[in-house]
T-cell receptor, first 112, second 113 residues
Framework: RKEVEQDPGPFNVPEGATVAFNCTYS??????FFWYRQDCRKEPKLLMS???SGNEDGRFTAQLNRASQYISLLIRDSKLSDSATYLC?????????????FGGGTRVLVKP | GAVVSQHPSWVICKSGTSVKIECRSL??????MFWYRQFPKQSLMLMAT?????????EQGVEKDKFLINHASLTLSTLTVTSAHPEDSSFYIC?????????FGQGTRLTVV
């Protein structure tokens, strides 16, 4: 089982619609979780951290389910500019120091 | 502005030559920096963790003699791809963590011909 798994998509989303997708992680000792956005041939950029109680930033809502070991991202009122690959990142401790592990990314295509 | 600067952003080299990629932490003295590789349509895979003043920690399957990492100062980590081959062509990105948030360089697209 991969450490961090995501549905690669693509999720084809009509403009204005809502889209949601999950990311599962295997290490129950994982400490912190993030959603990053990556545009083609660019570096990943932080979209939002994921807090235990869930958190919202504008049209984006992130949730953490520790019992089932997954995080989710929901995008409301999708914009064309939301088209990107969304990467979940999990920070887990290990003997050699914390390790940031990326999921494979979920591609989202918002269409007019 | 960028807090991690990576150079060069792209490079084309001949097979058999070596390429050095620099990663600078601009706002913070980073004792640890991460090097990732991303092949087309694949995820970012951690190659190694560079540690200032000591040896890098390589992930399983990454050849430490081929991918030389040097973290000689608190603001600079370098990755040297030695004797590069076409299969090393990839997108290489460095990153560092501060307060559990990760910041990344702009990435280096390496093409070996």
């Amino acid at each position: 089982r991969k450490e961090v798994e995501q549905d690669p998509g693509p999720f084809n989303v009509p403009e204005g619609a809502t889209v949601a997708f999950n990311c599962t992680y295997s290490n129950s000792a994982s400490q912190s979780f993030f959603w990053y956005r990556q545009d083609c041939r660019k570096e990943p950029k932080l979209l939002m951290s994921v807090y235990s109680s869930g958190n919202e930033d504008g049209r984006f809502t992130a949730q953490l389910n520790r019992a089932s070991q997954y995080i989710s991202l929901l995008i409301r009122d999708s914009k064309l500019s939301d088209s990107a690959t969304y990467l979940c990142v999990v920070n887990a401790p290990r003997a050699a120091g914390n390790k940031l592990t990326f999921g494979g990314g979920t591609r989202v295509l918002v269409k007019p | 502005g960028a807090v991690v600067s990576q150079h060069p952003s792209w490079v084309i080299c001949k097979s058999g030559t070596s390429v050095k990629i620099e990663c600078r932490s601009l706002d913070f003295q980073a004792t640890t920096m991460f090097w990732y590789r991303q092949f087309p349509k694949q995820s970012l895979m951690l190659m190694a963790t560079s540690n200032e003043g000591s040896k890098a920690t390589y992930e399983q399957g990454v050849e430490k003699d081929k991918f030389l990492i040097n973290h000689a100062s608190l603001t600079l980590s370098t990755l040297t791809v030695t004797s590069a081959h076409p299969e090393d062509s990839s997108f290489y990105i460095c990153g560092r963590v501060r307060n559990t948030e990760a910041f990344f360089g702009q990435g280096t697209r390496l093409t070996v011909v």
